[in-house]
């Protein structure tokens, strides 16, 4: 029986998640935008209703509709004023966007009303019925059934309703829904607006239960994602199963386990699990990039660094004390922000848990002071090591999930390790804290209230620390990893980078630099509190590195001037007066909102792009590129006069492959053979499975019957990054270039990946080669956005070159060249394959390149071979002259390739055998 009145407990706290899940999901379904601000949205419903129906005595129906009203206005202007002006931008971007949306409306509530909880009774009946034992709350009924019908309500309207067209048109082709004359501003401003009364709905139905609490009300986000991811964004059915179970399994967890929190974290563990299982490894070749915010130059330049900690120092020792504490949060919250840079301006991986990390650093440390005895030093480098260790744990979810849904399954995290670590006051001590006494360094007394110039020092000195270790990480080849699987995941596992290493490196060293804040924030205090490391104050440390430019480290040191008790409220405070500080958070909120709009890569790139400015006006006149490096494409023979770098002579096998999506059979029974030191071309019409055959040799498509063999041994079911590690390169048809990275960093990232099979020199030798074959020398320290298409194009198959590859494909590397540009490629691949004994398998559809090149000639159509044999004999060949005769050239143009691009299917020589036959 107890088992019953646990579940309809738990039924109606489900019904309440549904209802915020399904509001997600509307908003979802009609803008494509995950609205973190969904919670904020539904406590300013909440706090309103309150304010009409306890102090206006208005009726429950009068004051709900006015709160309702509210919401929806708030949803309106939230899409027109913020979404509307984004929708060219990145996801990432968006999505920040609700993230100061929340920070925004969270400091709006706070401001105008009360911070301590507010007891709100209930608007629905609390009667007790009793079925045969079981207890059942009416209002939990009531709950339940409302659930149930809003989502019987949505699935319909969504599924059958005009409007519910529409919306799902729009999703899938706002160009398709103009050309019917449908407005896909005015359906998104709509569904923001639903889902926005769905929010303020559950949380007016929410606040007698938990308490009218900003944070706690706000917090409902947390489940509310949860349910729409599982889901999937899209299904209203899965989405109330998903929060009928989620507040079921809390429910019953709470009954059968004691220990505090469990009935919390376990069912959000379990989801982060389940969105891990239904991620992937890898990302599809259609996934869309976050794209992220600018990162800066591999540049420390000590002088400067020296001079700003001199002046530093000088001012801790001189100023008053409060401008000292200030500093003192300033150097702090920069540490922690240093971490957000490592994992998400570098690695791109979104955390919303590095506050969450930063305390488990900070309560190890505590603990082996208070309860072991250890001094203040030992203690704080085995609680970074504990924050590492938490950033390798929070690490595994990126594994599999990346970009919003890894955000969500951070934010998750960091909400099971508030529930069971810092809410249970048996291990934090609660209200009382742990005692860690008065610190001290080398016997030097630090204590943060006695000596709070020396504790100001430590804080510098530890700040200095996090700021070199980051920037040289920028500069090594794990840092050129990281920004490689930033830009794209794909090609850096292409060219052999291990993607799983690199971000559990990036979670686990920004987990050590989040502890070291962490850490230096607690001990400031002789009995430290963990009540104060909330999941959603990690948002608002994103917003901080955001506004600061979370791809620089010096970004870190401008967000933190934003946090409450920082530079920024002293200076407020001496120019308006003590009662700024109290407004620091709106203030923020609204520069963060101000900052995406006009200025999305943060203050420090900003600041950088100005000084760049300057030194360009400062060199006027002279040269930027040494005259002597022409940029041209050159064969190998003409490569120097050094000893050009020998593969060791490997040969591709596909043998029987077949693949298929769903009922569509791709490839079938294809086997192609590429030898070393040969050029082997692929040809085919559009559609013929030309790609799909280069992703299965690389291993991003796995395929259902054959075997690939590099030198006989079968790679077919070895990852992509380990067939690269074995010798095999590619180049990819969209370029898939890092764009974050300079044309030299781009070389580098491939020719680091080689591994075991160069020496350091055989690897500096490929990548010299490279840049000399395909004539880049004038561009190494360019980024690749700055290059013409056809130029970009030469960087993307150097970076081929550059691995040092046994066998390299190369798809489509003439588009975008010029006529002559490509003729000097042909004898660049020749000489590649002879000189340097590579195996090059060359799909392409400039036909008269491939007949110039290749030794060998296989083609596709629909997925099957029609011919092979030399370029002479497939030339010649009717199966092939009839197959190109029948197609149709419908592959996408770049918009800036040049006029003279040779992409015609149909080649001149079979066009010359149709005419004779």
Known sequence: MQFLDFMFIGLGIGALYVIAGLGLIVVHRGSGVINFAHGAIGTVGAYTFWSLHENDHLSFLPAYLLSMLLCVAIGGLTHNLLIRPLRHSTPLTKLLVTLGLLIT???????????????????????????????????????????????????????????????????????????????????ATVNWM????????????????????????????????AVAVVGGLRSFPLGLLAGLALGVAQSEVSNYVSYSG??????????VVLLAVRGSSLPGRLDEHLGLPKVGMAKLRPISALVLCAIAAVLIGTVSFA?????????????????????????????????AVAGVGAYVASEFVSSIGWAFFPSLVVGVLAGAAGGAILALPALRTRGVILSISTLAFAAAVEALLFDNSSLTGGYAGLNVGKPSLFGLNIDSVTHPRAYAYVCLGGFVIAVVAVTLLRGRASGRRLLAIRANERAATALGVHVSRSKILAFTFGGGVAALGGILLVFRNQFVLFNNFQALDSVNLVGLATVGGVGYPSGSAFGAQLQPGALGTQLGDDIFGQGFSKWLMLATGILFLLMLLQSPHGMAERLASQSAWVRTKLRRGKPSVDPERDGAVRPVEHVGDRDRPVVTP?????????????????????????????????????????????????????????????DDVDITAISPDARARRGLGRSFQSLELFDDMTVYENLQVASEAIGSRHTNADARAWLDMAVEMFGLGAYLDRLPAELPYGRRRLVAMARAVASGPGVVLLDEPASGLTAG??????????ELAQQSGVAVLLVEHNVDLIMRTCDRVYVLNFGRLIAQGSPTEVRNDPAVIEAYLGATDEEPRPPDAPSDELSDPLPETAGKAAHNA
């Open 650 to 710: 490997m040969t591709l096998r596909a043998t029987g492959l077949n693949v298929s999506f769903g009922p569509v059979k791709v490839l079938q029974d294809v086997s192609i053979i590429a030898k070393a030191g040969e050029v082997t071309g692929l040809i085919g019409p559009n559609g013929a499975g030309k790609s799909t055959f280069i992703d299965s040799v690389g291993g991003f498509v796995r395929p259902k019957d054959g075997a690939i063999l590099l």
């Open 105 to 187: 409306l969270d400091s709006i509530i706070s401001l105008k009303y009360p911070q301590s909880s507010v007891i709100l009774p209930s608007s629905l009946s609390v009667r007790r019925l009793v079925f045969h034992g079981v207890v059942i709350g009416e209002d939990k009924l009531i709950l339940f059934g409302l659930a149930v019908v809003l989502t019987t309500a949505l699935w319909w309207f969504y599924r059958y309703s005009k409007f519910g067209i529409v919306t799902t048109t729009v999703a899938h082709s706002p160009k398709v829904a103009a050309s019917l004359g449908y407005s896909a501003n005015m359906v």
């Open 194 to 225: 639903i889902g926005s009364a769905l929010a303020g709905t559950a949380a007016i139905l929410l606040a007698p239960i938990t308490g009218l609490q900003v944070t706690q009300l706000t917090e409902i986000v947390i489940p509310a994602l």
């Open 323 to 355: 401008w000292v504490d200030a500093g003192t949060t300033t150097l702090i919250y920069s540490v922690i922000l240093l971490s957000i840079v490592v994992i998400t301006g570098y690695a791109g991986q979104l955390s919303l848990a590095q506050f």
């Open 262 to 271: 469990v009935s919390t974290a376990l069912p959000l563990v379990l989801i």
């Open 821 to 830: 540009e490509v003729t000097d490629l042909g004898i660049g691949i020749r």
